[in-house]
């Protein structure tokens, strides 16, 4: 297998544990080698590790683009959930053929020029003044009231757990076909966090004192005049993430965010 080595921070390369995977990456008979951002990703690469934590899972995205080459991502930061995997059993999963790929659903925007404007966690909007923003929304050409907020967030079923989470979303299973609408610190107080179909197209409009507004594509922000119309959907490709053997999404949310932590479901001695 070739393998590409991807991380956001050189420091990394001198890590003990990132030198033993590697190490034994090879000893296994893999070829691996570090990415270089100006020659790209090779063509006949199988697989692209992203070393670090969920940060350089998000950036990797872009690097892979809809070439389908499945993206394996490698914990050395703090939480991990798209980067849920310990590097002292990665090599010897992969190669015993103990994985698998799955499919995540990935973000477009259009009415705004970037150079990678797919996200795999959300699209955020963010008020660039002290004025409160006001958020006119459609889906599917039906208007929701005006969201009267310091934001609003459209999530994917992987972000769930992700800026939605901190903005009161409800937790989704990766593999559930939904959008998440969530407005930030908002002002109304009947509005909730909205699920919709991912087939849904989204249409997005502000009203803001403000020349501009915050655009957030993952970790990617950028400023855009506050008279923008943005239409967020679905991609028409996914991203492949890698999966090892001991991978479980309910785990990962009790293990790594506490969920449903109370001494009452201890076991009984």
């Known amino acids: 297998m070739r393998i590409t080595v991807y991380t956001r921070t050189p420091a990394l390369s001198s890590e003990p544990r990132l030198k033993e995977l590697l190490a034994a990456l090879s000893a296994a008979g893999h070829v691996v080698t ?17 070393v670090g934590g969920d940060g350089t899972f998000l950036s990797s995205a872009a690097i892979v683009g809809d070439s389908g080459i499945p993206v394996l991502g490698v914990n050395l930061g703090r ?14 999963q992969l190669t015993s053929g103990s994985w698998r790929s799955e499919k995540r659903s990935l973000l477009q925007v259009s009415g705004v020029d ?9 699209v955020s909007f963010h008020r660039n003044g002290a004025a409160m923003l006001g958020v006119d929304v459609t889906i599917n050409g039906v208007s929701l009231p005006t969201y009267w907020a310091d934001g609003l967030l459209v ?7 992700a800026y939605s989470l901190s903005v009161g ?3 989704v299973l990766p593999e559930s076909k939904v959008l998440i609408i969530s407005p930030i610190a908002p002002h109304n107080l009947n509005v909730r966090p909205m699920i919709v179909p991912d087939s849904s197209e989204i249409a997005i409009r502000f009203r803001s004192r403000d020349a501009s507004v915050v655009l957030g594509v993952d970790n ?8 923008s119309k943005i239409e967020v959907k679905l991609a028409r490709f996914s991203l492949n993430r890698v999966c ?6 309910i785990n990962a949310l009790t293990t790594k965010l506490y969920w449903g932590e109370d001494i009452r479901n201890g076991n009984e001695q």
């Open 220 to 227: 990617r922000n950028k400023e855009i005049p506050a008279d």
């Open 155 to 161: 999530a994917t079923s992987s972000g769930s757990t």
């Open 244 to 249: 090892l053997k001991d991978s479980d999404f």
């Open 169 to 171: 979303g409800p937790i």
């Open 34 to 50: 570090d990415y270089d951002p100006e020659r790209g990703l090779d063509s006949d690469t199988d697989l692209i590790m992203a």
């Open 114 to 122: 970037m150079d990678w404007p797919c996200a795999l966690n959300e």
């Open 79 to 92: 939480l991990g959930f798209l980067s849920e995997n310990v590097p002292e059993v990665v090599a010897s």
